[in-house]
């Protein structure tokens, strides 16, 4: 069923030659190989060091003692080079806690990211191959329900949830998690663009069912729609703050972001140990995951959201 | 090609069998005509798919926000317990001087850092399409990274740099002499304004990027021919181009504003007394008037009045361009 699609040669007019100017070492230059601008690359730059001089700081910051911490200048490392002292303190204080905070965010965003993903992928697919009695009202209420406040929700959420007797339990931050209305808009989208209307009429011919057509025929075309909407759900997941804020009052339940910001807050409190040289560390430990995964994955999430352009 | 059924299955029995011409002609007619049948009949088999999405999403947003226009109507009292008060609650909103400042500020912070972090974004975004950069991919990951990291890390970095006692701003007072003081109640907004735009410039950026890269690289080679400079190009057809995601990423930046909560509610233990209050933002104060203040229904009335503003706020913005995208 692949037809291939030779790009048609391009003829190259007297005229567009003229545009295409010829550099002393032999490069062609045009609009589509302009000559680098040191001048911009410098002004952008400027804008990259803002990005990343936080992340810096962070880094440096992590390999101090917390005396050093407060002695010595920000931008400079310390007198020791407490990094691995750190780590294994992040791994050991309060009975270890911080492995299991580090435990229960990977749970969160295994059961609730990985569902959200699969339900976006169906729903997606849905909206963008069927007609569908309540398919206008799906999009309109997805889309209002954007709007409003996460508070409004998670007021009555809670609520509900304390009535189930699930508040309290990972469920409570769960069951929230797998809705993701980008991840649903991307994979409408990528299902719209990549999965053809023949090759699933052919599919259907062959006396596939729904289900089949849908696991063996659709779901090969959409990597890279996958991809994009898992990333984006995991960096949700993983960064979720207000939800298990709420829900959770347990702290062997927590995610990390929660931990780190009751560690951060213990050294405010009358008779609190400061343990700020933890909180940089156990920073330091739970973004480096997630800058990882984009770097690898780079191709996939950038091209993914290319394509959710074209829509818009 | 939207109906899906098997044509003849549902047709009409035609004269199936019947060898020769005239019975396929038979055939090939009955099932055109079933098929347009089928194109009136409800395809329910959508649903299949959207049903588990559909399902969750009733119960974690329109039971919950149901719940809440309902619980909004009631005051829980000593005696008596939970009461019908009518529009007791929205009365009392109304003139709440707290919730108002609240709005205030969200408001004052969507003016200022909305347009700041879309014009950074949309800046860099056509210093990425311009192909004029030196080392490319890594201004586009490095530039994305901001996002990737948690609201409260980025929280706790920035507000410990800000910190005069031994941030960095007490670092560089204590070298030149100077007394700045990013955490200041007069400067708190714009120290969150910061933050917030460290957040989100990237991912502004990355989709504006996106948009741009949908624009066919022969039309610059045709602008080029027509002898339009950079400049030209830029207005001409980039800008353009990018107006039609710009709707959407105002949308969401001004949703995203109104509804700040994370950024000040961690700063709040990083900053001296009462720089950032309970009723900082509208969020923050109805999560501490149910969290930790008991009224539930008042803040259930809170959380309706800002949904509310919000939705008409986006709607002002051009809500329609977004139902535009429904074919």
Redesign the interface.
């Known amino acids: 069923m692949t037809v291939s699609l030779k790009p048609a040669p391009v003829p190259r007019s007297r005229?567009?030659r003229?545009?295409v100017s010829r550099s002393r070492r032999g490069i062609l230059y045009?609009?589509?190989?302009?000559?680098?601008?040191?001048t911009?690359?410098v002004?952008?730059g400027f804008?990259?060091v803002?990005?990343?001089f936080?992340?810096a700081?962070?880094v440096i910051?992590s390999t101090k003692s917390q005396q050093d911490?407060?002695?010595t200048?920000?931008?400079n490392f310390g007198k020791s080079f407490a990094l691995f002292d750190n780590i294994s303190e992040v791994f050991s204080y309060q009975d270890g806690i911080f492995g299991r905070w580090l435990l229960n965010t990977v749970i969160f965003v295994v059961v609730g990211a990985g569902g959200a993903v699969?339900?976006?992928v169906?729903?997606g697919?849905?909206?963008a191959?069927?007609?569908?009695?309540?398919?206008?009202a799906?999009?309109?209420?997805?889309?209002?329900?954007?709007?409003?406040?996460?508070?409004?929700?998670?007021?009555?959420?809670?609520?509900?949830f304390a009535k189930m007797g699930l508040t309290n339990t990972p469920w409570a931050v769960i069951?929230?998690s797998?809705?993701q209305p980008f991840g649903?808009y991307l994979m409408w989208i990528f299902a719209g663009q990549a999965v053809p209307?023949?090759l699933?009429?052919a599919a259907?011919?062959d006396g596939a069912g729904?289900?089949r057509t849908?696991f063996q025929v659709a779901l090969p075309l959409l990597p890279s729609g996958i991809v994009t909407t898992a990333l984006f759900a995991v960096?949700a997941t993983?960064?979720n703050?207000?939800l298990p804020l709420?829900m959770l009052k347990d702290q062997s339940w927590y995610p990390?972001?929660?931990g780190?910001?009751q560690w951060?807050?213990q050294g405010?409190v009358a008779g609190g140990e400061s343990v700020?040289n933890l909180?940089?560390t156990g920073?330091l430990i739970?973004?480096v995951p997630?800058?990882i995964v984009?770097?690898l994955l780079?191709k996939y999430w950038?091209s993914g959201?290319?394509a959710?352009?074209?829509?818009? | 090609m939207t109906t899906n059924a098997t044509p003849l299955s549902a047709g009409a029995p035609g004269p199936a069998g019947t060898a020769g011409p005239a019975g396929t002609a038979a055939v090939s007619r009955s099932s055109r005509s079933s098929r347009k049948a089928h194109k009136t009949a409800r395809d329910w088999r959508g649903w299949k798919f959207m049903g588990p999405f559909a399902l969750v999403f009733l119960f974690v947003f329109i039971v919950p926000l149901v719940y809440a226009i309902y619980t909004s109507f009631f005051q829980s009292r000593l005696v008596g317990g939970e009461v019908f008060v009518g529009w007791d609650n929205y009365a009392r909103l109304m003139k709440d001087a707290q919730f108002w400042s609240g709005v205030g500020r969200v408001v004052q912070f969507t003016v200022i850092q909305v347009p700041i972090m879309l014009i950074l974004a949309a800046a860099f975004a056509l210093a990425l399409d311009s192909l004029r950069l030196h080392g490319m991919r890594f201004f586009r990951v490095a530039v994305f990274l901001p996002y990737t990291i948690p609201a409260v890390v980025a929280t706790l970095m920035w507000g410990f740099i800000y910190g005069s006692k031994y941030g960095l701003v007490g670092n560089i007072n204590d070298l030149f002499g100077w007394n700045l003081d990013l955490l200041d109640h007069n400067v708190i907004l714009l120290s969150l304004t910061n933050i917030v735009t460290w957040e989100f410039t990237g991912y502004n950026t990355i989709i504006f990027f996106a948009a741009l890269t949908t624009i066919p690289r022969s039309l610059y080679e045709a602008a080029a021919i027509d002898g339009a400079n950079e400049f030209r190009v830029i207005r001409a057809i980039k800008l353009p181009e990018l107006k039609g995601s710009l709707v959407i990423t105002i949308i969401f930046s001004i949703i995203g504003s109104f509804q700040l909560f994370n950024e000040p509610q961690i700063l709040q233990a990083m900053v001296p007394g009462n720089t950032i209050t309970t009723y900082f933002t509208p969020n923050m104060y109805a999560y501490n008037l149910s969290f930790l203040g008991g009224q539930a229904n008042y803040a259930a009335a809170l959380a309706i009045v800002m949904a509310l503003l919000t939705m008409a706020v986006a709607y002002l913005v051009q809500w329609r361009s977004l139902r535009g995208q429904m074919k």
Do not use: H
């Open positions: 005229s567009q003229a545009t045009g609009p589509n190989n302009p000559k680098k601008s040191i911009l690359t002004l952008a804008f990259i803002y990005c990343l936080p992340l700081w962070l910051n911490f407060t002695s200048f920000g931008l699969l339900l976006s169906a729903g697919y849905a909206l191959k069927f007609r569908f009695p309540g398919k206008r799906i999009f309109l209420i997805v889309i209002g329900a954007v709007s409003v406040p996460g508070i409004a929700l998670a007021v009555p959420q809670f609520l509900l069951i929230p797998l809705i649903l209307d023949e699933m009429e259907r011919m729904d289900g849908f960096v993983w960064n703050y207000f709420i990390l972001t929660i780190l910001n951060n807050k405010g700020q909180v940089l920073s739970t973004i997630l800058i984009f770097i780079q950038q959201l290319a959710g352009a074209v829509k818009e």
